[in-house]
């Protein structure tokens, strides 16, 4: 996934400089987070569930959390690398899509630290094409039973507050799901285009009908040209009126998309905008709630959403 590599040269500096820092420290334990788990998750959808599940008891950090970026072309920081060696709970993505993490671990062993790797650990073999799990519904809720089994582990004492806490979140989806059914019963195998597979989790779970060519999508995920065929088929799909609403990954912005967003509009199909990391000011579930009611809003009344608010 050539848009997701990082340069691991500028990496490998990073690490060293935060460990060389590292190990001129002193022995002090205490700071803001004394006294409690400290935590990173990859992409700060997966941080804001470690935050929902731990509570007080957690101090989280997002390492991906930039809307205004495009995460396929992030590079690691030295204070991603400092807080990934102090963490205890991390939960990254997998799949090739945040790599760098894997990096950033086994350059300042923790033997202490837990890693929740969702690919791996939900058992996605490491072939699958759309990394993008967190819009599969099932995906956070198993996550989130991961985190709360960590975190009790690590703080056996506060057993039950992870319980609860994991009850009410999972109790939190549904609003999600009662939308996702709308879709299913009142929108069923309506035809969708996207720019790449982003949401492509989310509108399969509702039943509608993806019309752009994987392989258009792949090679805009990976950042290389479509084959003039698939752009043919996909500019096909909005002139001939073949779908309903456009998505577009609203963080990878390019020329063609921007052409394909003009065609959208001079065809008068709305068009919504989705995001790969969690936007500011929204927790997960409500992020998902807000983006399946753009689609909803669009094929009901012809409604575009091109950002959330």
């Known amino acids: 996934m050539k848009r997701k590599q990082v340069g691991f040269t500028i990496l490998?500096?990073?690490?060293?400089?935060?460990?060389?820092?590292?190990?001129g420290c002193s022995?002090?334990?205490t700071g803001p987070s004394a006294g409690k788990i400290i935590a990173v998750g990859a992409e700060n959808e997966?941080?804001?569930?470690?935050?929902?599940?731990?509570?007080?008891?957690?101090?989280?950090?997002g390492i991906m959390s930039n809307p205004a970026t495009d995460p396929h072309t992030y590079e690691a920081s030295t204070k991603n690398a400092s807080v990934v060696s102090k963490a205890t709970l991390v939960v990254q993505n997998g799949l090739g899509y945040d790599g760098f993490m894997d990096h950033l671990e086994s350059a300042s062993p923790n033997s202490k630290r837990v890693i929740i790797n969702v690919a791996k650990s939900l058992g996605y073999p490491d072939n699958t094409s759309n990394p993008h799990l967190w819009y599969k519904p099932d995906t956070m809720p198993r996550v989130a039973a991961l985190i709360a089994q960590k975190l009790e582990k690590q703080m056996p004492a506060h057993s039950s507050y992870f319980k609860n806490q994991l009850n009410k979140f999972d109790q939190s989806l549904g609003i999600w799901n009662h939308d996702l059914d709308t879709l299913k019963?009142?929108?069923?195998?309506?035809g969708v285009a996207v720019t790449e597979p982003v949401s492509d989790y989310l509108l399969q779970a509702a039943n509608l009908n993806i019309k752009t060519p994987w392989a258009f999508q792949a090679a805009v995920m990976n950042g290389t040209d479509p084959s003039p065929q698939d752009v043919k088929i996909q500019q096909s799909l909005f002139s001939k009126k073949q779908v309903k609403v456009f998505l577009y990954n609203r963080q990878a912005v390019d020329d063609a998309t921007t052409a394909l967003l003009k065609l959208a509009k001079t065809n008068n199909i709305p068009v919504v905008g989705v995001y790969e990391t969690m936007p500011p000011n929204y927790h997960y579930q409500k992020w998902m709630e807000a983006e399946t009611n753009s689609v909803i809003q669009a094929l009901k009344n012809g409604t575009s959403t091109e950002s959330l608010k």
């Open 27 to 29: 022995n002090s334990s």
């Open 46 to 61: 997966y941080a804001d569930v470690i935050s929902q599940i731990g509570g007080k008891y957690v101090s989280v950090t």
């Open 185 to 190: 019963q009142t929108y069923v195998n309506t």
């Open 12 to 23: 490998a500096t990073i690490v060293s400089i935060v460990l060389f820092g590292l190990s």
